[in-house]
């Protein structure tokens, strides 16, 4: 899907380059497909970040959402071949419907990146969260600065007076493509990687807790009792110290304790106050902590493995995150 983005992103400047170098009547073929490949930048948005945060499959169906900005460049097609049809109104219909992409793509991008980043949290331990949401920046940024140049190419429509304007906007445009391809290339886990995994998990459920009362072995007649939930992952955390698994999921540790997944999630989230992701991590540190203090020498490249933490950046960031200070300014404070 990142690569049908970036195809759309290299179609749209190469027509623009086309169209300032070239000569030809103001609404001409190459700004028809100019109109199509801006217009088309945000529906593929939209998908991409549909599949990196929806667990639903997605179906071929979904790329109709690129019919609009077809239509848009068809109508702009026929206004330049046929002289009955003026250009007014295809300029019109293309300025409305790059407002209402914009509009619907920051939802999306707002609200699939938010969700995701909490589904994500609750399942995993070992993934980078800042990742989504500096893609989702990134997205962000590229929505508004192709509005304000598809805005500027709409209302000067010769290139005239804004060519200077657009091709400062363009410049930042493609610089921020880059890291988006990058990033997107670099996070860990998409929605259907957890559907996947969760549908793994509740085949084992199936198949390994036949026996498990229907509302599960901890709850009570009216609710779920966090506090029991609470004190079995306690235990088995201290007894076989399951965080020190870099890989570790909420999978891993509903068996461990013979419940359900979804308590034990619900039951992180209202007692500890915390992600999965984060009651993980957090005890990462605190063993960290502890392995600082009692083998003061160790460097900390090794105390990081040590502890589960799957990269070393991930170490300091979730250091920092909960203890407020670097390791290096701990073992300091601590050691003196």
Known sequence: MLAWFFAVCAGLHLTRVIRISGSGSDFDLVRCFYIFFTLAIYPLAYIYIRRLTCPTKLKNWQFLVLIPSLVVCIAAILASLLASIQPGPVIYLYKILLLVEVAVTVYYVIRGTKDYITNIDNYYSDHDSSKPRKLAK?????????????????????????????????????????????????????????????????????????????????????????????????????????????????????????????????????????????????????????????????????????????????????FKKFTGCTPNEYRKKKLK
């Open 138 to 318: 990134l997205l962000l940024a590229l929505c508004f600065f192709s509005l304000l140049k598809g805005l500027f190419i709409a209302y000067d429509f010769d290139l005239t007076a804004s060519i200077w304007v657009t091709g400062a906007i363009s410049l930042i445009y493609t610089i921020i493509l880059f890291p988006i391809g990058y990033i997107g290339s670099k996070i860990e886990y998409t929605a259907s990687d957890m559907l996947i995994d969760i549908s793994s998990y509740d085949l084992y459920e199936e198949d390994m807790l036949p026996h498990t009362p229907p509302e599960d072995q901890y709850m009570d007649e009216n609710n779920a009792n966090y506090n029991r939930i609470a004190a079995a992952i306690e235990k088995v955390m201290d007894d076989e110290k399951l965080y020190l698994r870099p890989s570790l999921k909420i999978s891993d540790l509903a068996r461990a304790i013979g419940s359900n997944r979804t308590y034990v999630s619900d039951s992180i989230n209202n007692h500890f106050r915390l992600s999965f992701h984060d009651y993980v991590n957090s005890r990462r540190v605190q063993y960290a902590q502890e392995l600082i203090l009692k083998d003061g020498d160790d460097c900390l490249e090794q105390i990081s493995e040590t502890c589960g933490f799957a990269s070393e950046s991930a170490f300091y960031r979730n």
